[in-house]
């Protein structure tokens, strides 16, 4: 089952601005991890954030975890045509499943 | 370091034809996971492997089945294909099972079912 939702499915902005990404889940977890994906190509880890966490930056990336709304954003400043890619919110609860993905935002940078 | 490592890249079967994918971890890397990609159902959890043992196992059918060697390579296979058993499967490793251990995944096996 779907743990994560990401929100938007699609979004597509200009080269240079700020592209927002939110993720919705629905049991507890450990940590969130955003993953990125190019064109069905194999996925690549961004960031993660553990439960504990309220905010993380790395690079351009910013992300924040609202454990009592359940959410997660990521945020991509200064966008570039080569992010444009498939992005995935993952739960891991701890539990025997792996970690759940949502089924994610389809990112569009406009050159 | 080399990354991993999934063959074959694209695959076309038949229904009711048995399929197996490969997975080479990152070196060092001892665990391996898989997951199912399709439109429809995103990123599914198949099973985890650490130590040649399956730790975890996703909400598949028992047709879906692997293993993992020695040196860490796993195998998974598909028997009795269906067409629904089209997508693309994604192998990832990590060091170990730690939480919060991050996956590096391959390029994935692209599975077309006819």
């Known amino acids: 089952s779907q743990q994560g939702e990401e929100d938007p499915q699609a979004l597509s902005i200009q080269e240079g601005e700020n592209a927002t990404m939110n993720c919705s889940y629905k049991?507890?977890?450990?940590?969130l991890q955003w993953y990125r994906q190019n064109s069905g190509r194999g996925l690549v880890h961004l960031i993660l954030?553990?439960?504990?966490?309220r905010e993380k930056h790395s690079g351009r990336l910013r992300v924040t975890l609202d454990t009592s709304k359940k959410s997660s954003s990521l945020l991509i400043t200064a966008s570039r045509a080569a992010d444009t890619a498939s992005y995935f919110c993952?739960?891991?609860?701890?539990?025997?499943?792996?970690?759940?993905f949502g089924k994610g935002t389809h990112l569009i940078i406009q050159p | 370091k080399a990354g991993v490592t999934q063959t074959p890249r694209y695959l076309i079967k038949t229904r009711g034809q048995q399929v197996t994918l490969s997975c080479s971890p990152i070196s060092g890397h001892r665990s391996v996971s898989w997951y199912q990609q399709t439109p429809g159902q995103g990123l599914q959890f198949l099973f985890e492997?650490?130590?040649?043992?399956?730790?975890n196992k996703g909400n598949f059918p028992g047709r879906f089945s692997g293993r993992q060697f020695s040196n860490s390579r796993s195998e998974m296979n598909v028997s009795t294909l269906e067409l629904g058993d089209s997508a693309l499967y994604l192998c990832?490793?990590?060091?170990?099972?730690?939480?919060?251990?991050?996956?590096?995944f391959g390029s994935g096996t692209q599975l077309s079912v006819l």
């Open positions: 993952a739960t891991d609860g701890g539990g025997a499943d792996g970690l759940t």
């Open positions: 049991t507890s977890i450990n940590n």
């Open positions: 990832a490793s990590s060091f170990s099972l730690r939480e919060g251990e991050k996956l590096f």
């Open positions: 492997y650490f130590s040649e043992t399956q730790r």
């Open positions: 954030i553990r439960s504990n966490e």
